[in-house]
């Protein structure tokens, strides 16, 4: 199963069994039409790190639920930073 997060919930969606799956994106298209591969090892490892971020987000979350404010900001900006090195 994958775990998956929809835009902007702060719960986790339900578990998807790999034969539900549709698609998988190769490439993240910006607004500004520029391209960002995504199967390259470096949006692999920075995406593992986006994942792990948000696994220890969501226990924090669910331990301190609302999260104090500091915490929040702090898994904003690390995730951020991670997009950066993505060049999302």
Known sequence: FYLVNGDGSRRRDPPVAPAEVVARARTL????????PLRT??????????????????????????????????????????CLLLGA
């Not at 298209?29 to 960002?36: A, H, Q, W």
């Not at 301190?64 to 900001?73: A, D, G, I, M, N």
């Open 29 to 36: 298209v910006k607004e500004n039409g520029r391209t960002v």
């Open 41 to 82: 090892l470096r949006s692999r490892l920075v995406g593992a790190a986006l994942a792990s971020v948000s696994r220890v987000e969501d226990a924090v979350t669910d331990a301190f639920y609302p999260p104090p404010l500091l915490v929040r900001k702090m898994f904003y900006l690390s995730s951020r930073v991670l």
